[in-house]
């Protein structure tokens, strides 16, 4: 039985769609119970996997026999199991998160857990803020100041809107040759500029309800999509809340950058940079070093950690 090596393009929960080195693709599913390397997930397979599997009977299906090492991946809290994660993707070159300052309106708390949680996976990140053409005078000078502010700590920073195809350009070239996950919550436009930038989709796009000014989902399975440039975009469902798994509370600061500088100056080794005298990243946030939206950002995924012990 010939074995091919190929990358997982779509997952449906039990079959998945595999891409071999031909370019041809095979519908395949798991034969019997693979082993998790110490990761409690419900997913053993993700979009972005290499695996090695067998053809089976029947023309165009195969058996995944194994699950070639991640370079990285990226993960959220399972919604049907609690203490598990699900792997949204993984072997990525970089993720772009999709956000916008308003209907819906992105919190920064939801852009930093999720580049936080890239980071920790070593997952390069690029904000993409979509919807330009709503915004008046006001919001735009917000954006120069989210701009500065995460241009500031290593975030590449976009402005775009996909409505009036602007700053599209931009993005393709930052796409080219990359295996990107595309993310944001409901509502951002992520189908749109998925449309936009893959116009042979056609993918389903949700209105956006007034009623809660939230986006409705219209993607269930993760998928991954080849485009020009030799681009390969990973589309996944809309994030509600992107939970810290595996992340314990002395860790979250290592993945924050603009604390990294800091860290190693503190009085005391398991400093958590709260109120514990002699803290240098505390000072650092004092003097204005550390922006006030971050900070908070950080207390809040503390505590977070915190409740779950």
């Keep these: 039985?010939?074995?091919?090596?190929?990358?997982?393009?779509?997952?449906?929960?039990?079959?998945?769609?595999?891409?071999?080195?031909?370019?041809?693709v095979f519908k395949a599913r798991l034969r019997g119970k693979f082993k998790q390397d110490k990761l409690k997930?419900?997913?053993?397979?993700a979009v972005g996997d290499w695996v090695i599997l067998d053809q089976e009977g029947e023309e165009g299906s195969a058996v995944i026999k194994t699950i070639e090492p991640r370079s990285n991946y990226i993960i959220r809290k399972s919604t049907r199991k609690s203490n598990f994660s699900h792997i949204i993707a993984s072997n990525l070159d970089q993720a772009i998160l999709v956000a916008t300052l308003s209907f819906p309106r992105?919190?920064?708390?939801f852009i930093d857990r999720f580049l936080v949680s890239a980071e920790s996976f070593r997952?390069?990140?690029?904000?993409?803020?979509?919807?330009?053409?709503?915004?008046?005078?006001?919001?735009l000078e917000i954006v120069d100041q989210l701009k500065e502010l995460y241009e500031s700590i290593g975030y590449r920073t976009l402005l775009i809107s996909v409505l009036k195809e602007h700053g599209?350009?931009?993005?393709?070239?930052?796409?080219?040759?990359?295996?990107?996950l595309i993310s944001g919550h409901s509502g951002v436009g992520k189908s749109s500029l998925l449309n936009a930038?893959?116009?042979?989709?056609g993918l389903r796009i949700g209105e956006v309800s007034t009623f809660a000014n939230k986006g409705t989902h219209t993607t269930t399975f993760a998928e991954m999509f080849e485009t020009e440039g030799d681009a390969r975009i990973i589309d996944t469902p809309g994030i509600k809340e992107l939970g810290l798994v595996e992340m314990e509370q002395e860790e979250i600061s290592d993945y924050f950058p603009e604390m990294r500088a800091f860290l190693g100056q503190c009085k005391f080794n398991n400093c958590l940079h709260v109120n514990e005298p002699g803290c240098a990243v505390l000072e650092a946030f004092v003097n204005g070093e550390i922006a006030d939206s971050r900070y908070m950002s950080y207390l809040s995924m503390l505590e977070d950690s915190d409740n779950r012990r």
């Design 197 to 201: 930038l893959v116009p042979e989709l």
């Design 168 to 180: 599209l350009d931009e993005i393709r070239a930052a796409l080219r040759g990359k295996t990107s």
């Design 106 to 109: 992105t919190s920064l708390g």
């Design 123 to 139: 997952i390069p990140c690029i904000l993409v803020i979509n919807k330009s053409d709503l915004l008046d005078q006001e919001g």
């Design 41 to 45: 997930v419900n997913n053993p397979i």
């Design 1 to 24: 039985m010939e074995q091919m090596r190929g990358r997982v393009i779509r997952s449906t929960g039990s079959w998945y769609e595999v891409k071999i080195e031909s370019g041809e």
